[in-house]
């Protein structure tokens, strides 16, 4: 079915015998003659599977699949077929897959996170460029990435949360199998709040921003921001009038950020009583048929295709709070909600406040919970009242005598007569009213070695 011929010069062809009937050469050049014959019986055993239609036997699609790009080329020719030709080896890159990723994205996140993982995405590409393949981005790599987001001079929450969310493209990378291993894997993040950045807005201060709000709609949305715990401006843009029982005291939450988790598309909050004016006042106004409890809100995000962002909440809010004589503090929103989970923790079980604000124990101690000061002072007078009662007890029944009272037990002492007063660490008195003195050995115990 083949025939070997060698030239002059030392290289070698192999006339086959096609399926067809016709006798087509492949050169494979000045090759070592035993090699030459291998390679020959192998083709005839292509041919032999090609001619009967029988599958390739597992050593001979192993050889296949280790033959060169160009030996492969000519024997996949057409004409010949021997194998199927190979399809060309796409190289993933780094910006290939995160247009991919993005795109996905996009179905199944909110705005507010796609624009989250947007700065991430954008700070990949920034530090690695587009056309670097997968596969080359080594840990060390993903350390250099950490460093290249320090001198953004970015907080480090912020860039914990960019290297979680790196960890995490790149997770996606190895699910595809694009890549072998997570380059980010083993760079852990912190993913705890900045305290720096962290602040409790008090009642005095947030009812002078309440009396600062130059509407209904605004004193209700701050209101359900501090002492309702809601996301601004997530899951306050979603309330309806008729999430709001007015009979069992309850609202009910819709919360866009947890809605892909089953069983968390919306949750319950109490009316609390804090909540009750600002919502009657905002009702009294609301024009008759209105559906959502801050439709003009949600008309002025309507007006662009940016939605709430145009709206610009966080700038007006901050006017609000200067015009309240107040300096703005970090994260206006989110310390508000803050401030209420700190607030109701004191309060209700930790479960229970973490189930009112749609989020776990440990998300809230992480980002939510607060130290506050009251905390230390109410700590302080816990503490000290029970030893003040037994101090207090233990002086009225005598058993205690001060100084002088008890100086004239003391012996004299010729060398430092003005020590009297300190002849004993502490006096006692017994049951019969006799004063008795501690052992004058001072602090040190007493040893039998000393």
Known sequence: MASLSKDASGNITLQVVCSDGRRRPIRLGKTPIKAARSFKL???????????????????????????????????????????????????????????????????VKGGTLVFIGHG????????????????ITPGMADDFQGFLRRE?????TIDRRLSLARSIF???????????????????????????????????????????????????????????????????GLRWSDIDWERDRIRISSPKTEHHVGHESREIPLFPELLPPLMERQELAEDGTEFVFERLRRDAAKSDTGWKSVNLRTQFTRIIR?????????????????????????????????WLGH????????YRQTLDSHFESASK??????R??????????????LPEVADHCPENDRTPQNKLFCGALMLTDKAGSVRKMVDTGFEPVTSTV
């Open 153 to 157: 001079k970015l907080s480090p929450a």
């Open 360 to 367: 776990s124990e440990t998300i809230a101690v992480d980002h």
């Open 382 to 387: 816990s503490s000290l009242e029970p030893t």
């Open 171 to 237: 997770r996606s990378a190895v699910r595809h199998k694009l890549i072998e291993e997570n380059p980010f894997e083993g760079l852990r993040a912190s993913n705890k709040t900045n305290p720096a950045r962290q602040r409790f807005i008090d009642r005095t201060t947030i009812e002078r921003v309440i009396a600062a709000c130059p509407d209904a709609e605004w004193r209700l949305l701050v209101s359900l921001a501090r002492f309702g715990g809601l996301r601004i401006p997530s899951e306050a843009v």
């Open 42 to 108: 192998r083709l005839e055993a292509l041919v032999a599977c090609q001619r009967s239609g029988s599958p390739w036997p597992t050593d001979l699609a192993a050889w296949v699949g280790t033959l060169p790009d160009d030996v492969h080329e000519k024997l996949s020719r057409p004409g010949l077929e021997l194998v199927p030709r190979r399809e060309p080896v796409t190289i993933a890159t780094l910006g290939g897959f995160l247009d991919k990723f993005m795109e996905k994205q996009r179905s199944l």
């Open 389 to 402: 009662k037994v101090v207090q007890k233990a002086v009225q029944s005598g058993a205690i005598r001060t």
């Open 121 to 136: 995405v954008r700070n990949l590409r920034k530090c690695f460029g587009n056309e670097v393949a997968l596969a080359e």
């Open 323 to 355: 015009k309240a004589g107040l300096t703005p503090w970090p994260r206006l929103w989110v310390n508000l909600r803050a401030s209420c989970s700190t607030e109701l923790a004191e309060r209700f079980p930790g479960h229970v406040v973490a189930g």
